[in-house]
Structures are given as structure tokens and as C-alpha cells.
């Protein structure tokens, strides 16, 4: 196993589009998160998994964002009309629920969205 | 409001000086606590962390952390810093699954 992947690493797009991006987490790992980091600012929770539940949604994450995971394996966050300031690395991580590693998030490199 | 407060936004120190960083949460019951690092371009990854137990916890690298359940605070440690433990530090609580981050100290080292 290589560890969390994200893909893709870097997204350029204008004001207006949609973006998808995805995650691979470890795959014995059944919690996958969603997180975005600005400069300067730590992880910003957006939303988690527990299988292919989505248990927990971030207040702050407007209508705009939407997360999946359909067979409890990757993830998908997508982001309709984006604005500029949308503009953030969005991290995401997974952990086992059980063992020695419970609640021990690995993360992903990121996929760093530019928004013009 | 639940929070994770880190109290430095940028440190620097000299190599050998020590340090601590500090860390404040506002959550209430059991929480896990941890501690995370991210060198320059790369993931953010674990340094220590605390479940139960000794309130005292060794990491990796030197690093410890110690819990203090009256002050709700988790500060992190280490007796002699090096060059390369320049990096961005944050402190995170885990509470039933719901993972939530400090707004991150960035500790300079001089070499």
C-alpha cells in the first residue's frame, strides 16, 4: 500500500467551473476526511466518512461542496461554481476506527486548487 | 464554541534552545489528542499522541507532550532543538471521530 493518494495534485481553473477531486485512502483504513489548508492556517475540517456514510459536515462548507464515497473505498469532493476564494490546498486523510492506529489520520500530499 | 487554540503563531530559537508550544482545547469528555508536523513540502504527518494513560508522551525525534486534563492543554516539548526541526506544528483533537486542528505554530530553527 502507498499511503493516501490524491489526484490531482494541482487544478488551475476560472471562476464559474466545476472541480472534482479525489482521494485513495489506505485501503483497511474505513474513516476518510476531507480537510482544506490556506497559507498559514491549520487544517480546515470540511467533512468525514465512516465507510460510505457521510457522518459529519462542516457548517462552514457551503451548499457548493459536496463530498462521496460511494463503496466505502475513494472519495470524490467536488466543488460547483467556484469562486476565487475556493482558492486552498484540500487535504485528504484516513484512519482505521479500530487496532493501534485508531483515530490516527495519514494524509494525502493534497490537491492544491488555484482558482482564477 | 469547540476549539483548538495554539497560542504561538511563529517561534524562532537557536539550535539547542528548547522548546514548548503550546496548546489549548475547549472540548469537553474523553478526547485524543496528537500532535502533527509538516517539514517544508511535505505531508503533514504524526509526531506523538495521547489516548489515555501517562499524561506524559514521547514522540518521535525528541518530541514529548504532556496532557493536563484541568487546563484542557496538550503542550509540546522538546529539550534541544535542531536545524531540521524547522517545520509547522499543529495540535489536533480527536473526539468519537471528529478530527479538528490548531491553527499551527511555524518553528523556525537558526542554525
Known amino acids: 500500500d502507498t499511503g493516501v493518494s490524491q489526484d490531482p495534485r494541482h487544478k488551475i481553473t476560472k471562476r464559474g467551473q466545476n472541480v472534482t477531486f479525489r482521494c485513495d485512502p489506505i485501503?483497511?483504513?474505513?474513516?476518510l476526511y476531507w480537510y482544506r489548508q490556506t497559507l498559514g492556517q491549520g487544517p480546515e475540517f470540511l467533512t468525514y466518512?465512516?465507510?460510505?456514510?457521510?457522518?459529519?459536515k462542516s457548517r462552514l462548507l457551503s451548499d457548493r461542496f459536496s463530498a462521496e464515497r460511494p463503496k466505502g473505498s475513494f472519495s470524490t469532493l467536488e466543488i460547483q461554481r467556484t469562486e476565487q476564494g475556493d482558492s486552498a490546498m484540500y487535504l485528504c486523510?484516513?484512519?482505521?476506527?479500530?487496532?493501534?492506529?485508531?483515530?490516527?489520520?495519514?494524509f494525502g500530499a493534497g490537491s492544491r486548487l488555484t482558482v482564477l | 464554541a469547540q476549539s483548538v487554540s495554539q497560542h504561538n503563531h511563529h517561534v524562532i530559537l537557536s539550535e539547542a534552545a528548547s522548546l514548548e508550544l503550546g496548546c489549548n482545547y475547549s472540548?469537553?469528555?474523553?478526547?485524543?489528542l496528537f500532535w502533527y508536523v509538516q517539514y517544508p513540502g511535505q505531508h503533514l504527518q504524526l509526531l506523538l499522541k495521547?489516548?489515555?494513560?501517562?499524561?506524559l508522551v514521547k514522540g518521535i525525534k525528541g518530541f514529548e507532550a504532556e496532557f493536563i486534563k484541568s487546563k484542557f492543554s496538550f503542550n509540546l516539548r522538546k529539550p534541544s532543538v535542531q536545524w531540521s526541526d524547522t517545520a509547522e506544528y499543529f495540535c489536533?483533537?480527536?473526539?468519537?471521530?471528529?478530527?479538528?486542528f490548531g491553527a499551527g505554530t511555524r518553528l523556525t530553527v537558526k542554525p
Open positions: 486523510a484516513s484512519s482505521p476506527t479500530g487496532g493501534a492506529g485508531a483515530n490516527v489520520l495519514t
Open positions: 489536533a483533537v480527536n473526539l468519537g471521530g471528529d478530527m479538528r
Open positions: 466518512f465512516q465507510n460510505e456514510a457521510q457522518l459529519e
Open positions: 495521547y489516548f489515555s494513560g501517562d499524561p
Open positions: 485501503s483497511e483504513h474505513n474513516r
Open positions: 472540548y469537553g469528555g474523553t478526547v485524543n
